[in-house]
């Protein structure tokens, strides 16, 4: 595809359950990112990845979130035992350089994810 | 902790006018920054980066970089209805395994009024 395909685009679900999302970025991109959104606020960090390795997860908030990378292409991040303030956009940006021009990311739509 | 801080507005400029968006940023070894804009229920698109001191200069925005007092900003110029969005300054420290890493400010929400 041309972009960065995520899914869902929305995810409803009840607390205490686990989510799963998915991140197919752009084809030869090897760093991968993710962010999660909250309602009215900046773009928050998660994870890198370079090629399938995650040098940086310093952003993950707790334990129950986790994230992989195979091929050095589709990622997943994984939430557990959801909770309420969970709830945000969270979004997957690819980058085509680790070098000089690293910062030059290009994101996905998203997943709302809401938690009841 | 790093940190980018934005005003976060609203800054509303008439049709035609300059609008001055403006950013700093706590660490001094920065290396590079980015300004992105984020229509509302979209996500961010890059229109903007700057590594050296001075102006950078695309069409009608201009970047422009000051190391020594920790600013950054963003200059558009005719403004017009289509340029309001909410713009996120970002900057990338740079080095180790935080190398790409992205730390985004809040966003200034820019309105554009014919």
């Known amino acids: 595809g041309a972009g960065v395909s995520q899914s869902p685009s929305n995810k409803v679900t009840e607390k205490g359950k686990d989510v799963e999302l998915r991140c197919d970025p752009i084809?030869?991109?090897?760093?991968l990112y993710w962010y999660r959104q909250s309602l009215g606020q900046g773009l928050e960090f998660l994870i890198y990845?370079?090629?399938?390795?995650?040098?940086?997860k310093s952003g993950l908030p707790s334990d129950r979130f986790s994230a992989e990378r195979t091929g050095g292409s589709v990622s997943t991040l994984t939430i557990q035992r959801t909770q309420q303030e969970d709830s945000a956009v969270y979004l997957c940006?690819?980058?085509?350089?680790?070098?000089?021009?690293?910062?030059?990311?290009?994101f996905g739509e998203g997943s709302r994810l809401t938690v009841l | 902790q790093k940190e980018v801080e934005q005003n976060s507005g609203p800054l509303s400029v008439p049709e035609g006018a300059i609008a001055s968006l403006n950013c700093t940023y706590s660490?001094?070894?920065?290396?590079?920054f980015f300004w992105y804009r984020q229509y509302s229920g979209k996500s961010p698109e890059l229109i903007m980066f700057?590594?050296s001191n001075g102006d950078k200069e695309d069409g009608r925005f201009t970047a422009q970089l000051n190391k020594a007092s920790q600013y950054v900003s963003l200059l558009i110029r005719d403004s017009q209805p289509s340029d309001s969005a909410t713009y996120l300054c970002?900057?990338?420290w740079g080095g180790g395994t935080s190398y790409g890493k992205l730390t985004f400010g809040q966003g200034t929400i820019l309105t554009v009024h014919p």
């Open positions: 940006a690819s980058s085509p350089l680790a070098g000089g021009e690293a910062g030059e990311l290009f």
């Open positions: 084809s030869g991109h090897t760093a």
């Open positions: 990845f370079q090629g399938n390795s995650a040098p940086d």
């Open positions: 660490d001094r070894g920065s290396q590079s």
């Open positions: 700057i590594y």
């Open positions: 970002a900057v990338n």
